[in-house]
């Protein structure tokens, strides 16, 4: 029986690698292109990692430089200002994703827990109209891990109840971590690892006990 569902929240509910790809090589454009594109495909697979990670990431291995942390968060506004103007596109919102939240959010709480910054995140989810689905909308510089420790812990979940639906590496790390059932989505990868793996969130592919 699932009795609560944390959601990550690129590739999951809004379709953004694009828009992140997009985004990282505005902030990295005057550093060499392939090196940049090695960076990318870093990111595509560690998705649900904060920026701030993935911004040292590049400067501290890549490059092998020291940064400061006044300039990881420079770029990490940067980059959230390109967020904010390319992904409030309600075109972008994958949309059986979103009817499955819409028929569901009246029976069982919701979170989002996100490796996106937290306040570009309940930016993006009030210019969607998401927000009011969810109990909670957490995000970054908090590892996702701690955020669904948190969670568990501030609303006294139950583990073996709670699932927790992602699309990445890191998704599944910190379901894991916390003793949570992974449902991995739209990630070829993550098919070995999932407790169970979809390619569209609904009732039908949970077998979600409030289904018709």
């Known amino acids: 029986m699932i009795e609560q569902i944390l959601f990550d929240f690129d590739g999951v509910i809004i379709d953004s690698m694009d828009v992140r790809d997009f985004g990282f090589r505005e902030i990295f454009k005057s550093y060499d292109a392939a090196l940049v594109e090695e960076f990318i495909q870093y990111h595509r697979y560690n998705a649900g990692l904060s920026r701030y990670v993935k911004i040292r990431h590049f400067y501290e291995v890549m490059l092998g430089e020291s940064i400061a942390t006044e300039k990881v968060n420079n770029l990490a506004e940067n980059f959230s200002l390109i967020m904010k103007e390319r ?84 998704d599944y790390d910190a379901a894991k971590m916390n003793g949570l059932y992974f449902v991995g989505f739209n990630n070829t990868d993550l098919m070995v690892k999932s407790d169970l793996y979809v390619d569209v969130v609904d009732k039908k592919t949970l077998e979600f006990p409030y289904a018709d």
Not at 95 to 110: G, M
Not at 115 to 140: H, M, P, Q, W
């Open 87 to 170: 992904l409030v596109d309600p075109a972008i919102i994958i949309q059986e994703t979103l009817d499955f939240i819409k028929s569901i959010y009246h029976d069982i709480p919701l979170h989002i827990v996100s490796g996106s910054d937290e306040k570009e995140l309940n930016f993006l989810c009030d210019a969607l109209n998401l927000s009011r689905y969810f109990v909670t909308i957490e995000g970054s510089p908090t590892p996702k891990n701690e955020l669904v420790k948190d969670i568990m812990v501030k609303y006294n979940y139950t583990p073996k109840t709670t699932i927790l639906i992602g699309d990445s590496i890191n």
